[in-house]
């Protein structure tokens, strides 16, 4: 599975982007995929996790409320709407995808990585 993220920018504090994740290879339908940032100086983190089929999401603490993850099966894409986004958002976001279901928030649980995306918040 190959991975491609897109979609980052620089956007004023309060305004939104959207970050796609196209997939290719195997089908990506049949993984947990995820959304990870690693901000200046800081270690990667979890942001966001969707099941396969979409039905199940998870969001970082950080992110709940102003981030929606969503996927579109049909098209092996997966995306993340980022409202009122706020300077600390700064990072450049990864996405990622899994075979398993549970320990989605770690990094070490993922088998498939995108190039990175990056997403800079000016205030």
């Known amino acids: 599975v190959q991975l491609q993220a897109s979609g980052g920018g620089l956007v004023q504090a309060g305004g939104s982007l959207r970050l796609s994740c196209a997939a290719s290879?195997?089908?990506?339908?049949?993984?947990?995929m995820g959304w990870f940032r690693q901000g200046p100086g800081k270690e990667r983190e979890f942001v966001a996790s969707i099941s396969w089929s979409g039905g199940s999401t998870h969001y970082a603490d950080s992110v709940k409320g102003r981030f929606t993850i969503s996927r579109d099966n049909a098209k092996n894409t997966m995306y993340l709407q980022m409202n009122s986004l706020k300077p600390e958002d700064t990072a450049v976001y990864y996405c990622?995808?899994?075979?398993?279901?549970?320990?989605?928030?770690?990094?070490?649980?993922?088998?498939?990585w995108g190039q990175g995306t990056l997403v800079t918040v000016s205030s």
């Open positions: 290879g195997r089908t990506a339908g049949s993984f947990t």
């Open positions: 990622a995808a899994m075979y398993g279901t549970i320990w989605y928030e770690r990094v070490g649980q993922y088998d498939y």
